[in-house]
């Protein structure tokens, strides 16, 4: 059961994602076979530090952990995140484990990204933003295709 891996043209192997039965395979390899971050590491291309996180989550919160849809998270979330880290003076790998977080960087890029806009979180809209429409043409005194 290894993870689809794809190769770039420097030779340099990347993933893309890693399916729910994968990241359940490493934790049970972890916790059942006893098998550590270096040997997990080469054999699904996941980074030690990541497969560390992955099975810490997975025993704070559970297997359920990885049926969550993507979250979208408010502003007061994020501020009540932040604020643990900066003011409570909390690690932010342990933060993110609390809240359930999939991985380490949201929240350091929530952090980065509040010290960028000047100390406070900006929420971002998914999607395209809304136009005016333009105004309706009106074929009279215009050509259109039919008539050339």
């Given at each position: 059961?290894?993870?689809?891996?794809?190769?770039?043209?420097?030779?340099?192997?990347?993933?893309?994602?890693?399916?729910?039965?994968?990241?359940?395979?490493?934790?049970?390899?972890?916790?059942?076979?006893?098998?550590?971050?270096?040997?997990?590491?080469?054999?699904?291309?996941?980074?030690?530090?990541?497969?560390?996180?992955?099975?810490?989550?997975?025993?704070?919160?559970?297997?359920?952990?990885?049926?969550?849809?993507?979250?979208?998270?408010?502003?007061?979330?994020?501020?009540?995140?932040?604020?643990?880290?900066?003011?409570?003076?909390?690690?932010?790998?342990?933060?993110?484990?609390?809240?359930?977080?999939?991985?380490?960087?949201?929240?350091?890029?929530?952090?980065?990204?509040?010290k960028e806009n000047g100390y406070t979180v900006i929420t971002k809209k998914k999607g395209r933003s809304t136009?005016?429409?333009?105004?309706?043409?009106?074929?009279?005194?215009?050509?259109?295709?039919?008539?050339?």
């Amino acid at each position: 059961m290894t993870p689809e891996i794809s190769v770039l043209i420097s030779g340099v192997i990347f993933m893309t994602k890693y399916t729910k039965e994968i990241k359940l395979a490493i934790y049970h390899e972890w916790v059942n076979n006893h098998r550590r971050g270096t040997y997990l590491s080469r054999k699904y291309g996941m980074g030690r530090g990541g497969i560390q996180y992955l099975v810490d989550l997975i025993q704070k919160h559970g297997e359920d952990i990885l049926d969550r849809p993507q979250q979208k998270y408010t502003a007061d979330f994020k501020l009540a995140a932040i604020d643990r880290v900066l003011l409570g003076g909390e690690a932010l790998r342990q933060v993110s484990l609390d809240l359930g977080l999939t991985n380490t960087g949201i929240l350091a890029n929530w952090l980065r990204s509040f010290k960028e806009n000047g100390y406070t979180v900006i929420t971002k809209k998914k999607g395209r933003s809304t136009q005016e429409c333009p105004k309706a043409r009106t074929n009279s005194g215009s050509k259109n295709w039919k008539s050339r």
